[in-house]
């Protein structure tokens, strides 16, 4: 079934540590998206890749950084520099045409030991 | 700059009554409208969208929304509510013609509890 693969579904972060989300899609989309979701917040872009090789910063990049290497893959990493990381970890992708839907993972819960 | 309103932070129904939660957006042009779903610890899922065209939008699982241009707003309607239908809903704006999801504004979302 073609869908997107976020993992792990939960994730624990030390003081000081970088973290990697993964997020794999095989719907064959250019775009990829990272959103945060924190309680009653709604969601909230921090990266976003159009196309392989190529990313832009969203609202919230601060403490974040990503990388597209492959078409299929989007992993975020989020480093020491994020003061409050704990938050749901959402990816999408969509077709590369305008205003297209967005197919997004199932999340990952990250907190902070 | 564009924006989204969803005023109810959470609504209970009970199971089999009509449904109605409300969005109201801010938009210089003709938005695009979304209204996503996500069941609790899940990704979100599209409901429905309204780019143009008949202003009564029917989406899955038996919703549909309506666009008002005079009240800026893009409710979303049920007739008859079931339990599985209990979940956070998202309305979302776009840029108008031409806009890319990047630029895509989700409200802050509508917990929808459903009494048997």
């Known amino acids: 079934d073609g869908g997107i693969t976020q993992s792990p579904k939960y994730l624990f972060r030390k003081e000081g540590q970088n973290v990697t989300l993964s997020c794999e899609q095989n719907l064959n989309h250019d775009a990829m998206y990272w959103y945060r979701q924190d309680p009653g917040q709604g969601l909230r872009l921090i990266y976003y890749?159009?196309?392989?090789?190529?990313?832009q910063k969203g609202d919230i990049a601060e403490g974040y950084s990503v990388s597209r290497e492959k078409k299929e893959s989007f992993p975020l990493t989020v480093t020491s520099a994020q003061k409050n990381p704990t938050a749901f970890y959402l990816c999408?992708?969509?077709?590369?045409?305008?205003?297209?839907?967005?197919?997004f993972g199932s999340g990952t819960q990250l907190s902070v030991l | 700059a564009q924006s989204v309103t969803q005023p109810d932070i959470h609504i209970t129904v009970s199971e089999g009554a009509s449904l109605e939660l409300r969005c109201n957006y801010s938009?210089?042009?003709?938005?695009?409208l979304f209204w996503y779903v996500q069941s609790p610890g899940q990704g979100l899922q599209l409901l429905l969208k309204?780019?143009?065209?008949?202003?009564l939008v029917q989406g899955i699982k038996g919703f549909e929304a309506e666009f008002k241009r005079s009240q800026s707003s893009f409710n979303l309607r049920k007739p008859s509510v079931h339990w599985s239908d209990a979940a956070e809903y998202f309305c979302a704006v776009g840029a108008g013609s031409g806009g890319s999801n990047y630029k895509l504004t989700f409200g802050k979302g509508t917990l929808l509890t459903v009494n048997p």
């Open positions: 938009y210089g042009a003709t938005p695009y």
């Open positions: 999408a992708s969509s077709g590369s045409g305008f205003n297209e839907k967005l197919f």
């Open positions: 309204y780019f143009s065209g008949d202003t």
């Open positions: 890749s159009q196309i392989v090789n190529d990313f």
